[in-house]
């Protein structure tokens, strides 16, 4: 009885927003999905348009590896490993542990199930746009969404620390996030194009939601890309952002870290910053002080508080629908 009074409720919900346009998401990983998982249970799914980072994007031996596109599908798909975060949940590992064996180094710990699909990516890429990969990975997992690439054109984030320049996986996977950071930058991002399906969507946006992934790592380098920067600055006004941080912390990942190398303090009023141009709103979580609102208010964006820690999947609903309510405020 619960169940379905719960059903009722969530189709309301998604009727209440239905529209021509589009719900926007621009996204990386753990956080943009978790809530990606909300949003398909309050939304309708066929008119959500995610925006996808590609920037820890890399070819491997085996094949093209996206590492926030395939965790987007997988949670779409119901597919993703929810321990991790990334992966399929009970994948098997028998061809990592075999390379392992053989005396081949893949530090990045990859299951078969998951391996196929950076097979196929690769080999499509010899004749095909990423957008154009994407969209058939997308339809072929049954996946009603659009996910869209922020670009078919390489962008890498390069992590400067002691130990050299790294990428992302290389930091957070074979150094476990240890070397000191010193610079972060997005090699390729001048000369990179946004897909012209990304700016579309955003052309047509009902309201664009700026999800709580990383911001270094995630979020900047799609808002980078001179074509999605232009167009979020003209829609500002339908834009809202969540924040990833709470009184000082992440909520996953050494975003800390990154925000100390670029200078600024790990808070969520540098995230409203880094932001500001883009959103006309945020969600910041109930802990936060009043002080804090207004100093986000004084750069001109309406503060919204509610949890935004999503643990279980009550909450990511809750979050999702407190965002779709706020857009419309």
Known sequence: MVR??????????KKMFLGKSMLVVLSGGTGGVKLIQGLKEVYPEEKLAIIANTADDKWLA??????DIDSILYALSNEINEETWYG???????THERLLKLGYDEYLKIGDIDRAMHIQ????????????????????????????????????????????????QEFLVKFKALPKVKKIFYEGIYKAKACEKATE???????????????ITSILPIINLKEIKNELTKKRNKCIAVSPIV?????????????????????????????????????????EDELTTKKIKALDIDVFKTSIVMREKGEKIKLASFLLEALRA
């Not at 379905?4 to 919900?13: A, N, Q, T």
């Open 4 to 13: 379905e009074k719960l059903l009722i409720y969530l189709e309301k919900k």
């Open 62 to 67: 085996h094949g093209y590896f996206s590492p």
């Open 88 to 94: 399929i949940k009970n994948d098997s590992f028998a």
């Open 121 to 168: 990516r690769g080999a499509l890429l010899k004749k095909m746009k990423l957008c154009e990969v994407i969209e058939k990975q997308r339809k072929a997992l049954g996946i009603k969404a659009l996910v869209i690439p922020m670009s078919d054109d390489k962008v890498t984030t390069r992590i400067e620390t002691s130990q050299g320049i790294l990428d992302l």
């Open 201 to 215: 969507v955003i052309k047509k946006a009902k309201g664009i939601i700026i999800a709580p992934s990383n911001p």
């Open 247 to 287: 009184k000082g912390q992440a909520v996953s990942g050494p975003l800390e870290k990154f925000l100390r190398a670029e200078k600024l303090e790990p808070s969520v009023c540098e995230v409203a910053k880094l932001y500001k141009d883009f959103a006309s709103k945020i969600v910041i979580d109930t802990e």
